[in-house]
């Protein structure tokens, strides 16, 4: 599902975030990414979703050659990725609900269809009675969760997260992690950027360590949590 190869990214400025990557994640896998603050944790995500381009080296993410694409390719090639961050952006004057639906009246799916995967959305993430709410009425934890619900309405093959639990407290981030869990259960390939590594330490997943811009473990798919 993701292949990097020999991947390194300068920005303009000249730091070297990224130094000469190469891994790879099996379709339907889940990983944690680690490393210290500023270890290039963000951009290596950035790079998967196309935010930013690497300054040399091949990306292949869902069978498509990331280098090759051209500007009219990406909205389309960005649709088979759910990304969550750790302030979840959501749209504060909005409702829960219409929240969730901006992906899809993006793409141009009629009401009906709206109604019923936004509903199984929320439904996943356990939030389907607070539709109608505002995001300043929930807590952290919930407006996390439709932060989720909104990447993952549009069912994408791949889901990216950066610090997902950054502003929870542990036992929300567990729920948080435990979802990214389910939604892996159900064949999603599912790769999250996070600090905690007590949390990750506890789950089943490879982790990967990034180290000032170095891949120093996890690159092979051989190491796993405990469990
Ligand atoms: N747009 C940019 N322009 C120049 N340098 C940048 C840019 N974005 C990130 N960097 C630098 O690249 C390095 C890696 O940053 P990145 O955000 O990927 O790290 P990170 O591991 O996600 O850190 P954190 O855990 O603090 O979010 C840092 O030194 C950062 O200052």
Redesign the pocket.
Known sequence: MIHFEQVSKR???G?E??KSLTFNMAPGEMAFLT??????????L?MIALI?KPSSGHIRIAGQILNRMSRRQIPFFRRQIGLVFQNHNLLMDRSVYDNVALPLLIEGESPREIGRRVRAALDKVGLLEREAYLPIMLSGGEQQRVGIARAVVTKPKLLLA??PTGNLDPKLSREVMNLFADFNRVGTTVLI?S?DLGLIARMPFRVMT?KN?ELVRGADGGERGPN
Do not use: F, N, V
């Open positions: 920005y303009l400025g730091h975030a990224l490393g210290h603050s500023g270890a290039g944790k963000s951009t290596l950035k930013e950066d610090e950027a600090h990034l811009g």
